[in-house]
């Protein structure tokens, strides 16, 4: 069975780091009311004329490095992101401008903070179907261009950032022993648009707009998602969570995480949290928190990974690899 498996992540931070107090000095709020209702201690924010191209082709460039290939050596990329360059061209076409990749396509997606997910399932389907032998798969976002920064609900929570791996075709056995993507599972609700949402757009209101969320009603959908999709992924491979090593999650809200992680009886040590540094990175957390978990030696070869994400839209996802 021809299967994807992740041969190398990267990631990319911007440099300016965006601390609580100076928040406080901002907005009305404090360290003590963001940590409390995020677990977010700070947060990096792009320079001006810092691009979510820019940040995409770091972390591409990251992981690229770390399997020792070049551009040319990609087929596909998928980048996922709600805070492209432009309308367009797609921000992925811009990546690949910036690698020096000259063969190959590449295409956008937008799923908010699932879009990763999204992406990785997306290129998963290539790679198997034989389109495509190597994927390079991003998540970037300049989240911080679309909040109002007068909404202390908001403007606390997001940040900048991009994550990225390498997908490359392998033979497996068709069990959940193989390496790789084991099993992904998606979803969408359009009928909760109005709970998390930007208010602008093209052929809207011809502007950017500015986020706008219903925190406690979002948290409320976030958990039992999130843990029903887990479940999804368990009965689709006939695993148990249990046999999971590694739970990658979204990093939207340490509340949002640790209740996740209770209602699936898993133990805090098994999940890799970043939220605290990184904010909510949307479509970049969950490759920026599975390239910290790589590079500091806590996923090993043969790890059991889900990962797992929910956005706006409403979208959800999960997707179960063995690393």
């Not at 690698?99 to 399932?121: E, K, Y």
């Not at 909760?192 to 052929?203: C, I, R, T």
Request: hydrophobic share 40%.
């Amino acid at each position: 069975m021809r299967r994807s498996v992740i041969t190398a992540t990267g990631s990319y931070l911007p440099e300016r780091i965006v601390t609580n107090e100076e928040l406080s000095t901002r907005v009305d709020t404090s360290d003590e009311w963001i940590v409390a209702r995020s677990g977010i201690k700070q947060r990096h924010i792009a320079a001006e004329g810092e691009l979510t191209s820019d940040l995409a082709t770091h972390a591409a460039r990251a992981a690229l490095d770390m399997a020792g290939l070049k551009p040319d050596d990609i087929d596909l990329i998928v980048l996922a992101t709600a805070t492209p360059d432009e309308t367009f061209p797609a921000s992925a076409t811009v990546v690949q401008k910036n690698l020096g990749m000259t063969r190959g396509f590449a295409f956008d997606i937008q799923a908010v903070c699932t879009g990763f997910l999204f992406a990785l399932a997306t290129a998963d389907n290539f790679v198997k179907s034989g389109q495509a032998n190597r994927a390079l798969v991003i998540g970037a976002e300049t989240f911080s261009r679309i909040l109002d920064w007068e909404d202390r609900t908001t403007c606390v929570l997001f940040a900048d950032g991009a994550g990225a791996i390498i997908l490359e075709a392998a033979e497996g056995e068709g069990t959940s022993d193989d390496r790789g993507v084991l099993t992904t599972h998606l979803h969408s609700d359009g009928d909760k648009h109005d709970l998390l949402y930007v208010d602008g757009g093209p052929s809207s209101t011809q502007t950017t707009g500015f986020l706008r969320m219903e925190g406690r009603e979002v948290f409320r959908h976030a958990v039992n998602n999130l843990a029903s999709v887990v479940h999804e992924a368990m009965d689709a491979t006939g695993l148990t969570t249990d046999d999971i090593d590694w739970l990658v999650p979204h990093q939207a809200n340490k509340r949002i995480i640790d209740g996740t992680g209770k209602k699936l009886k898993l133990d805090p040590e098994k999940v890799i949290l970043t939220v605290d540094k990184h904010g909510n990175t949307s479509a970049a957390s969950v490759p920026l928190a599975l390239d910290e978990a790589v590079r500091d030696g806590r996923i090993k070869r043969g790890d059991l990974l889900l990962l797992e994400a929910m956005g706006g839209g409403f979208t959800w996802g999960s997707a179960l690899v063995r690393w």
